[in-house]
């Protein structure tokens, strides 16, 4: 069974995530309406089953629980996805929002990397501060051990640009996350 349950308290946040790579309800809470809508976009696209609760201290601002909710979401796959044998381990999604166009090339390595290529005209959607979207993912991809590569080469709504990353990512991380034909580690050393 491909799941995992992460639960991460700290004095600023406090993180539940429930994770099934092969499916389930999606239900998030975050207390940050446009980042509830970003996660969900992510559980759908990516076909997974995921709940997400987080309180957090966004008296202070949204950075504390966007970006200690990547880091849980990060471990969750990472727990869920075990020794990375018997998976496709790469993937890539492009997904084109009205003016925008992101793109995620992603590789499940054990090698914790993130290129993030975009920049936002906006600082808020919502109450979500657009500057914590790299925080976000590069807190994902660290605790996840994944390589992650991200662009944005242009759009002009923050909305947009940030719902597409999140979508592509997802699709990513669907097809990556996918069981291989003999269940071996693809990899010339044997391990990841």
């Known amino acids: 069974m491909r799941t995992a349950l992460i639960e991460r308290n700290t004095k600023e946040t ?29 559980g759908v696209h990516g076909g997974f089953g995921l709940k997400i609760r987080v309180t957090g201290d ?30 496709v381990r790469y993937g890539s999604f492009s997904i084109p929002m ?9 590789d499940i390595s054990n090698r914790p990397f993130l290129v993030f290529k975009a920049s936002f005209e906006q600082e808020l959607c919502g109450d979500y501060e657009t500057c914590v979207t790299e925080e976000f993912f590069r807190a994902f991809a660290m605790n996840a051990c994944i390589t992650l590569h991200i662009s944005v ?10 719902e597409a990353i999140f979508k592509a990512v997802a699709h990513a991380m669907n097809l990556a996350s996918r069981r291989n034909q003999d269940g071996s580690v693809l990899s010339t050393k044997g391990v990841l």
């Open 98 to 106: 009205d003016e925008a166009l992101a793109s995620c090339v992603l």
């Open 14 to 42: 406090q993180i539940k995530i429930e994770l099934n790579l092969d499916g389930g309800d999606v239900d998030i809470a975050t207390g940050v309406g446009f980042f509830d809508h970003m996660l969900t976009a992510f």
């Open 153 to 162: 080469p242009y759009g002009a709504n923050a909305h947009h640009e940030i």
């Open 58 to 87: 966004l008296e202070v601002d949204t950075h504390h629980t966007v970006e200690d909710t990547g880091i849980a979401l990060g471990m969750a796959f990472k727990q869920a996805l075990g020794d990375m044998s018997g998976i």
